[in-house]
């Protein structure tokens, strides 16, 4: 199943990340979100939306970190694969041990590592919709595209 939204603010993406939440959450099918997209196109503000619904607040970009871990109803595991050379880095952060545990885990830059991507994963895509560009401030408009693995 693929579900496609057009937003225009962090606050609608943040909304999209929730609505996935609460989808996954009635289905209990799926744990893995593989993230894609360029350099600030809202992957992080989509695991904040996410997070959100599961009552966690503070979510921060793992960029520096490799992973960040938060505690909730469910708990999340928020991986950034950008930094990551290859599977010999992403085991050194315990990433064996961390997809063992109980809640969902999200992966920013996914498509780096793909071969370590679980089969039946969620994927979000954010592009960035090509247009005049708005040189006033204001924020460009972004396509997420979610691939689920299954049908409702």
Sequence with gaps: MTLTYNVDSTEQTETVGRELAERLERSSRCTFIAMR???GVGKTAFTRGFASYFGIKGVKSPTYTVVN???GTKNIYHFDFYRLADADDLYSIGYDDII????????EWSERIPEYIPEMSVTVTISRVCSD?????GEQKRIITIDIPYED
């Excluded at 063992?100 to 992966?107: K, Q, V």
């Excluded at 560009?133 to 401030?137: A, L, V």
């Design 100 to 107: 063992e545990r109980r809640g969902y885990f999200i992966a």
């Design 69 to 71: 871990e938060y505690h």
């Design 37 to 39: 997209g360029e350099m």
């Design 133 to 137: 560009m708005d040189y006033s401030g």
